[in-house]
């Protein structure tokens, strides 16, 4: 919106050429994202705690967890209000990156705030049935995933990026659309799966999107593109400013989600995140290096498929409990030291993927 605004005021002094910048402008969201949820979080709590909006614990968890049964929960109202509307101020509104992201990141969150209301309505802490669930998290991701099919960008936009393989880009046709949607429910639940410590999934949320900020600004600039040989996608630049509105809201949320954690960002926040995530992914061509860059997500994912099927095929678990930082937990190692070696593990992943751009 102040792109819209101000830069069109250069013609009466330079100063506004800076909005011209995505640069300044990812800096501006960052910061403004930050500010909303620092200013949003003390009166979103006292609101929640006013109406007991508390968080139900499952009966299957650690013993420790039942201390936090009626903290205030549906803390991804915070995130999503602030990544949209400092979005929409330091955006490019006619970039349809930037309504694709939000539209797909507002409505996964739609569906994680119903599975939060059932809960609190019933008392429980089952909500939105898995199926229902599934469908639209499926539903949603074929809608994007055919989009882009029939609405390309350009050329490669239905072409896989195979990280180290230069020479091959296959072009999957209709199939990308079956990729996208993979990729938005399973990162989607990916997330939400890792959200169950304090600040456990905001760490490495907060790794992750910076590192496909820093990558979307690398796809969207078709110079630096070119002289690391990785896709150039056009109108790639304004996810820069998304993933710089992440990042910031993150960071905001992490100041009242931090051990001891005073709000939940529920599956409201979890959803919402792990599709932004997953759409950044999409839209700037790489979406394999996402095993790599939320490598935490996809551990706790693998630990709980690994349970299942070792405990439906022979009877016995792996892991004292799935996800596997329950399983740390009840091996006696404390919650704080659990989630800071998980955002220290996802600071590596993060920086590792980063280097790779110059390997490749």
């Not at 694709?100 to 969150?109: E, K, S, V, Y």
């Not at 809608?143 to 029939?150: D, E, V």
């Not at 409201?268 to 790599?292: D, F, P, Q, R």
């Not at 551990?299 to 095929?313: G, M, N, R």
Request: proline content about 3%.
């Amino acid at each position: 919106m102040l792109y819209h605004f101000l830069y069109p005021l250069v013609e009466y002094h330079s100063i506004f050429n800076v909005f011209r910048y995505v640069t300044f402008r990812t800096a501006g969201a960052i910061m403004t994202s930050l500010l909303l949820s620092l200013v949003l979080g003390p009166y979103i709590i006292a609101r929640l705690r006013a109406l007991h909006v508390g968080q139900q614990i499952r009966e299957d968890v650690p013993g420790t967890h039942m201390g936090k049964a009626g903290t205030p929960t549906m803390g991804g109202l915070m995130i999503l209000t602030a990544v949209t509307v400092s979005t929409v101020l330091w955006g490019n509104l006619t970039n349809r990156f930037i309504w694709l992201t939000l539209g797909g990141t507002l409505a996964m969150g739609a569906v994680g705030f119903c599975d939060d209301y059932l809960k609190l309505r019933r008392q429980s802490s089952k909500g939105l049935a898995p199926r229902y669930k599934f469908t639209w998290q499926i539903l949603l991701g074929l809608a994007i995933g055919f989009y882009l099919y029939l609405v390309p960008v350009d050329g490669f936009t239905t072409r896989l990026s195979i990280p180290f393989v230069k020479w091959w880009v296959p072009d999957m046709g209709w199939a990308y659309a079956l990729l996208v949607m993979l990729v938005i429910v399973g990162c989607s639940n990916a997330v939400n799966l890792t959200d169950g410590l304090d600040g456990l999934a905001t760490g490495p949320m907060i790794m992750a999107s910076a590192a496909y900020t820093v990558l979307a600004y690398v796809a969207g600039h078709a110079a630096i593109a070119r002289y690391l040989q990785v896709i150039a996608v056009r109108e790639s630049s304004e996810l820069t400013v998304f993933g710089g509105a992440v990042v910031g809201a993150c960071l905001g949320f992490l100041w009242f989600n931090a051990y001891p954690a005073q709000i939940f960002m529920g599956d409201t926040g979890s959803l919402g995140l792990g599709t932004a995530l997953a759409l950044m992914a999409i839209l700037t061509k790489h979406e394999l290096l996402l095993v790599m860059i939320g490598g935490v997500f996809v551990i706790e994912t693998v630990s709980v498929l690994l349970q299942v099927f070792s405990y439906k095929t022979t009877g016995r678990r792996i892991f004292r409990m799935a996800p596997i930082h329950h399983h740390y937990e009840l091996n006696g190692l404390a919650e704080p030291k659990i989630f800071v070696r998980f955002w220290i593990i996802s600071f590596l992943l993060a920086l590792i993927s980063l280097t790779t751009l110059k390997l490749r």
